[in-house]
């Protein structure tokens, strides 16, 4: 028998992602998830148009930030945004507001960051993949 609660603290980061996952945003019938990254993070957009808000998930799978300190993502303001998913007993680094800057560059988490923005939409690009080309022939 392993106890795990020493080794990994997740039980308050789960709790976030269920108050995440109750959001507004991801609960509207209008909103389109877009995945736009994959290196050296996963980054998804959930957003809906009749509110002009979003969420914007910036997750470090690799968690490593040696080569990459910034993500740019293009149409993001430069400003301060709320990071809805800050614990400090998973990562005492991440903040609960993440400062964009230089057009878009947000700084590559630890582990990860959800923003939160509104007043505008992002026109992100869609990250291809051909194991999600449904339409990919192959070889």
């Known amino acids: 028998w392993i106890d795990c609660k020493n080794i990994y603290p997740l039980e308050d980061f789960i ?9 507004s945003i991801i609960q509207s019938n209008d909103a389109n998830l877009t995945i736009t990254h994959h290196s050296p993070c996963i980054v998804a957009v959930w957003q809906t148009e009749s509110d002009r808000q979003g969420l914007i998930g ?3 799978v690799l968690q490593s930030n040696i080569d990459n300190n910034y993500i740019q993502f293009d149409n993001l303001p430069d400003g301060k945004y709320q990071n809805l998913l800050s614990n400090k007993e998973i990562s005492p680094c991440e903040s609960s507001i993440v400062t964009v800057s230089d057009n878009g560059k947000i700084p590559v988490p ?18 291809y993949s051909e194991l999600f080309d449904f339409d990919y022939k192959g070889m």
């Open 58 to 60: 910036v997750f470090n």
């Open 15 to 23: 709790r976030q992602l269920i108050q995440i996952k109750k959001n």
């Open 110 to 127: 630890s582990v990860a960051v959800v923003l939160h923005y509104s007043g505008f939409l992002l026109q992100p690009k869609m990250f």
